[in-house]
């Protein structure tokens, strides 16, 4: 199994971006996904999930309304558009697989940044 | 939200200790507890899942127990791979994470 993110970079506050989440080695299409991210230094931090099919999704409070996280089954992608961006989400942002139990993150991609700055 | 502690935040082990951490929920999450470990530069591993379950591959000097709003990782005889940061999360409710442990050799 393996999750590769992509999309991380430099954004000025304000502006926008979107995360992209590569799965391969398992199928897809029949496990809630999640993002998860960690400023330098500090510790880990839920930010949003989305069931198997993307009719249901969840967010952390200091992101709601400001990012979406959606799935395409068809190309086994997770994406997280982000919105109006402060300093504060910068962060290396992880994409996970929920496997054995509810929100256990059984698999992990290897992260990709993203500094928020003018 | 439910809120994690953890404790200590960080300890000094030699090989060869054993070691607990603490992780205690702010209302009862009964099972719905899970451990992490995560060594620098990479992405956090699945330990242990529902308080007490310990994965399939995981060395069984490892174990959780623990349930409601008290929980405690053990590591048994700790080794040099072990030397790391370890994390609870609860799943009872929208997920959310302790603080973590840092785990460094005296």
């Known amino acids: 199994v393996q999750l590769a993110e992509s999309g991380g970079g430099v954004v000025q506050p304000g502006g926008s971006l979107r995360l992209s989440c590569k799965v391969s080695?398992?199928?897809?299409?029949?496990?809630?996904m999640h993002w998860v991210r960690q400023a330098p230094g500090k510790g880990l931090v839920w930010v949003s999930h989305i069931n198997s099919d993307g009719s249901t999704t969840g967010y952390a409070d200091s992101v709601k309304g400001r990012f979406t996280i959606s799935r395409d089954n068809a190309k086994n992608t997770l994406f997280l558009q982000m919105n109006s961006l402060r300093p504060e989400d910068t962060a290396v942002y992880y994409c996970a697989l929920e496997k054995i139990t509810v929100s256990s993150l059984d698999y992990w991609g290897q992260g990709t940044l993203l500094a928020v700055s003018s | 939200d439910i809120q994690m502690t953890q404790s200590p935040s960080s300890l000094s082990a030699s090989v060869g200790d054993s070691v607990t951490i603490t992780c205690r929920a702010s209302?009862?999450?009964?099972?719905?507890l899970n451990w992490y470990q995560q060594k620098v530069g990479e992405a956090p591993k699945l330990l242990i899942h529902s308080a007490s379950s310990v994965l399939s591959g995981v060395p069984s000097r490892v174990s959780g127990s623990g349930s409601g709003t008290d929980f405690t990782l053990t590591i048994s005889s700790l080794q040099p791979e072990d030397f790391a940061t370890y994390y609870c999360?609860?799943?009872?409710?929208?997920?959310?994470f302790g603080p973590g442990t840092k785990v460094d050799i005296k």
């Open positions: 209302q009862s999450i009964r099972s719905f």
């Open positions: 080695g398992i199928n897809f299409s029949i496990y809630w």
């Open positions: 999360q609860q799943t009872f409710s929208t997920p959310t």
